[in-house]
């Protein structure tokens, strides 16, 4: 039998890695976590060995897997900490946008920074709030962030007990 190449799992068949046809063996769990998106479970920690795998196909897998798990704060960790080659994350970044059919919406902070929802970021400037009389002052941090999902500029987070919308221009991941 062949092992997974994810999490060396007994029973793995052929997967053809799109948009290349480069192909690597999965097991059903692995298999499915790619085809309907992956949960945050314990079966996906495997991706802590799997991205550092010295086969393109299978950084990639991994990669795409753990853009899948942003709630995952070990898996954000994991994202910022691993490294692929400039021609690797291409071919990841083109087979998960050809996947979602569409280009996805990427936000980033004043620093370039990409942000995710859950992040914690900091306002670089005293901006007025309009609407609900104050300003969010300076360095302030604004925990648990969500990110407006048709719009890369703009994202949601709790100022003084205010839910607003703020400019991702103005904040730099903490």
Known sequence: MTACALCNSEG??????????????????????????????????????????????????????????????WARDLL????????????????????????????????????ASGDTVTLIKDLPVKGAGFTAKRGTAVRKISLVADNPNHLEGRVEGQRIVILCQFVKKA
């Open 12 to 73: 793995a068949t052929a997967f053809a890695v799109p948009p290349r046809e480069d192909s690597v063996p999965l097991c059903a769990v692995c298999r499915a976590g790619i085809e309907e998106g992956p949960r945050d479970e314990p079966h996906w920690r495997c991706l802590n060995e799997a991205i550092w795998s010295p086969e393109p196909a299978v950084q990639v897998l991994a990669w795409r897997l753990l853009k899948g798990l942003p709630e995952a704060a």
């Open 80 to 115: 910022e900490t691993a490294w692929l080659e400039p021609d690797v994350l291409a071919f990841a970044e083109e087979g998960s946008r050809a996947s979602s059919g569409e280009d996805a919406v990427v936000h980033v902070d004043c620093n370039g920074t990409v942000l």
